[in-house]
Nanobody, 126 residues
């Protein structure tokens, strides 16, 4: 059974930083076979991709709203993907979800991801 477990969320003031981590287990293939992504969903809004990373980390994609502030990375030996979030803004407040895609080396839409974590809340106060 595939499990993606997020950690690192919390409450932070605007301008602060958080580092999210997502640990994978139960994968049927090696972790490096999966494209990974971080999505976020704010109340009343659709889930959107914040950042995605290819199977071995050579290609990264970011939403325009987070470019220059967020950095996605992965450690395939630890089966973990990270999201470093700097210069946080109140509009970054959302539940952040980790997702894994076996079908796409780097996927940008929610429908391209087969596995999802439970999410971790990030709240940025002004």
């Amino acid at each position: 059974q595939v499990q993606l477990v997020e950690s690192g969320g919390g409450l932070v003031q605007a301008g602060g930083s958080l580092r999210l981590a997502c640990a994978a287990s139960g994968l049927t293939l090696t972790f490096s076979s999966y494209g990974m992504g971080w999505f976020r969903q704010a109340p009343g809004k659709e889930r959107e991709l914040a950042a995605g990373i290819s199977r071995v980390g050579g290609i990264k994609s970011y939403a325009d709203t987070v470019k220059g502030r967020f950095t996605i990375s992965r450690d395939n030996a630890k089966k973990t993907v990270y999201l470093q979030m700097d210069s946080l803004k109140p509009e970054d407040t959302a539940v952040y979800y980790c997702a894994a895609s076996i079908t796409k080396p780097i996927a940008t839409t929610a429908g391209e991801y087969e596995y999802w974590g439970q999410g971790t809340q990030v709240t940025v106060s002004s």
